[in-house]
């Protein structure tokens, strides 16, 4: 068996790293903002898009949930948000075995975090 090689920072790009960071902090803060009025507009709009924005869709569930249910929510978006992040990380490392291992573990989260939030959203749209 061989060892594990340990990680070194030379082995990732940050500035890509901090782009897609970036990138996803500024579409939660969207969804945020913009889940009430995509949720007037229409309801199976809204639920597609819930489906589509993997972990930022529990931030648009908030426009269509009870109070209640407020903190659960911030919650599942938290632990989809921390899911995905490794795979943010080693999707910017050089070596193409952890980059394809990262994409497709990032993509099975965010799809099955897409489908609880379009799920949440729809249980109290209707």
Same mark, same amino acid.
Not at 33 to 44: E, F, I, Q, T
Not at 58 to 65: I, P, Q
């Given at each position: 068996?061989?060892?594990?090689?340990?990680?070194?920072?030379?082995?990732?790009?940050?500035?890509?790293?901090?782009? &897609?960071?970036?990138?996803?902090? =500024? &579409?939660?803060?969207?969804?945020?903002?913009?889940?009430?009025?995509?949720?007037?507009?229409?309801?199976?709009?809204?639920?597609?898009?819930?489906?589509?924005?993997?972990?930022?869709?529990?931030?648009?569930?908030?426009?269509?949930?009870?109070?209640?249910?407020?903190?659960?929510?911030?919650?599942?978006?938290?632990?989809?948000? &921390?899911? &995905?992040?490794?795979?943010?990380v080693f999707g910017c490392h050089r070596s193409v075995? =952890?980059?394809?291992?990262s994409a497709a573990m990032g993509i099975l989260v965010?799809?099955?975090?897409?489908?609880?939030?379009?799920?949440?959203?729809?249980?109290?749209?209707?």
């Amino acid at each position: 068996m061989g060892s594990i090689a340990p990680l070194k920072r030379a082995d990732f790009d940050f500035r890509i790293s901090l782009l &897609l960071a970036g990138a996803y902090l =500024v &579409l939660s803060v969207l969804a945020f903002v913009l889940g009430r009025d995509l949720l007037h507009a229409s309801v199976s709009a809204f639920a597609h898009a819930a489906f589509l924005s993997g972990p930022i869709g529990f931030l648009l569930a908030l426009a269509s949930t009870p109070d209640s249910w407020t903190m659960s929510m911030l919650a599942y978006y938290l632990i989809g948000t &921390l899911l &995905l992040a490794p795979c943010l990380v080693f999707g910017c490392h050089r070596s193409v075995r =952890v980059r394809g291992a990262s994409a497709a573990m990032g993509i099975l989260v965010w799809l099955a975090t897409g489908l609880f939030a379009g799920a949440a959203s729809l249980a109290f749209a209707a």
